[in-house]
């Protein structure tokens, strides 16, 4: 990292979206549009609302993050993306049935101009779902520089040198890391040979890292965090972060979690449930595409918990994770947690936490803040996987020989800390380095 060396944010970003026709991403654009426009505020956006403590506690100096860091102002942002449906965003917006019809009246003009290219898709690798606006070729590497190609073309168009490209696209079917992941030239070759390890959401990073562009892969698939084009995103000094929006039941984890080994209480069993009836909650229904999901959510726990170190408390609990397509629910998703847990003496008792939350309005800040701070990124030639990006990720991607972070009070401090240090700033540690006053001092 280098600090002091952040370019300054000039001109427009594009921001490409993979999946712009689905729920996450028309509620975020619409949101963006509305903001614009004075109809509303980014709550839930912590590089728009939150603030960032500088020097002691006693200097009461609490800027806002987008005061403090140079940050792309979302004014700025040029929005364009690929799907599988040929549809305008407004249209994808009302199928989505996320927000009323009042709020997207508000942007109707913005969402209607948006029309996606068409979308690298095999239905091999999300079952549940089918499109005809999509891209034929030779092989997948055909495809990926088509992918490429559209990237330079959106730049050119747009007059832009920054791109920022974020995969909120639907879960693809779980792929363990394989030989064909391991290295640059065995993943150009793979791509050639059109080789079954390789799913399109790879090819969409290895396209975008390839034109110099930050890649987020917002789900729990293994995307850009492979080898390959994790090599390759170093070689070309770009960002790349993931994987899967941290938004409903498993932010309540990384909360709770947390919690329990703060105050070193046992824990016997968790158990999770879900009801979801929008697009993500139909491709989940697959069992393929729900195992790469279960992946992302059964981490979390033996992170945070460290059963390794705390087998008394941690050694034993059983995890059980469900996630049930309930059409009628929508977007409105419930997640239902019971927690048996056991304190001093070794009695039991037990935690439910029932959170009806709205999916899509959960993860569109996410997107916002991801896209923000990837461009950051990129402008403070900070490259590879960027760690500190962890509190917006149910599973974040790490270097090998790092432990993951799922805390979400240290993810935040992280997050802080990085960019108190991007600005040359004191990092924060709430040691006091002054000495003590006495009363009789404090009160002169």
Not at 37 to 42: C, T
Not at 281 to 302: A, R, W
Request: hydrophobic share 40%; net charge negative.
């Amino acid at each position: 990292m280098k600090t002091n060396q952040i370019k300054e944010p000039n001109g427009k970003l594009g921001v490409l979206i993979v999946g712009i026709n689905g729920a996450v991403s028309t509620t975020f654009l619409a949101g963006v549009f509305a903001i614009r426009k004075g109809f509303a505020k980014p709550i839930g956006s912590v590089s728009q609302m939150a603030t960032i403590r500088i020097g002691k506690r006693s200097e009461n100096n609490f800027p806002f993050i987008k005061d403090f860091v140079p940050l792309e102002s979302i004014d700025d942002l040029i929005f364009g993306g690929w799907d599988i449906r040929n549809e305008s965003c407004l249209e994808a917006s009302r199928y989505a049935q996320v927000l009323e019809e009042k709020d997207l009246a508000r942007v109707a003009d913005e969402l209607e101009e948006l029309r996606p290219m068409k979308a690298v898709f095999d239905q091999e690798y999300v079952k549940r779902l089918s499109g005809d606006h999509v891209k034929e070729g030779e092989n997948k590497f055909d495809l990926m520089t088509q992918l490429r190609e559209d990237i330079r073309q959106f730049k050119k168009e747009n007059s832009l040198d920054r791109i920022v490209v974020i995969w909120a696209g639907s879960t693809e079917i779980f792929i363990p890391l394989a030989d064909v992941h391991k290295t640059k030239e065995s993943f150009v070759k793979g791509m050639k040979n059109n080789d079954r390890n390789i799913s399109p959401s790879m090819l969409y990073a290895w396209a975008a890292v390839s034109e110099g562009a930050a890649y987020i892969n917002g789900s729990p698939g293994l995307s850009v965090d492979i080898p390959a084009i994790m090599d390759l995103a170093a070689e070309r000094n770009i960002p790349i972060a993931g994987k899967d929006f941290k938004t409903g039941q498993t932010l309540i984890k990384t909360v709770i979690g947390p919690m329990l080994k703060t105050r070193m209480l046992g824990l016997n069993g968790w158990f999770s449930t879900n009801i979801l009836g929008n697009r993500d909650g139909e491709v989940l229904d697959d069992k393929d595409s729900f195992k790469t999901k279960e992946e992302s959510k059964l981490s979390v726990l033996d992170t945070v918990l460290q059963p390794d170190i705390y087998p008394e408390l941690y050694g034993n609990f059983y995890h059980k994770v469900r996630i049930n397509y309930y059409p009628p629910r929508g977007d409105n998703k419930e997640g239902w947690d019971n927690i048996d847990l056991f304190g001093w003496l070794g009695y039991p008792m037990q935690l439910k936490i029932n959170f009806l939350c709205r999916d899509s309005i959960l993860a569109a800040p996410i997107v916002l803040d991801l896209i923000l701070f990837a461009d950051l990124a990129l402008r403070a030639n900070m490259s590879g996987i960027q760690d500190w990006l962890s509190l917006f990720f149910k599973s974040p991607m790490h270097s090998p020989n790092a432990v993951p972070e799922h805390d979400l009070f240290i993810q935040m401090m992280k997050l802080k800390n990085t960019l108190r240090e991007l600005m040359n700033e004191k990092q924060i540690t709430h040691v006091e380095t002054e000495p003590a006053k006495s009363e009789l001092e404090r009160q002169a």
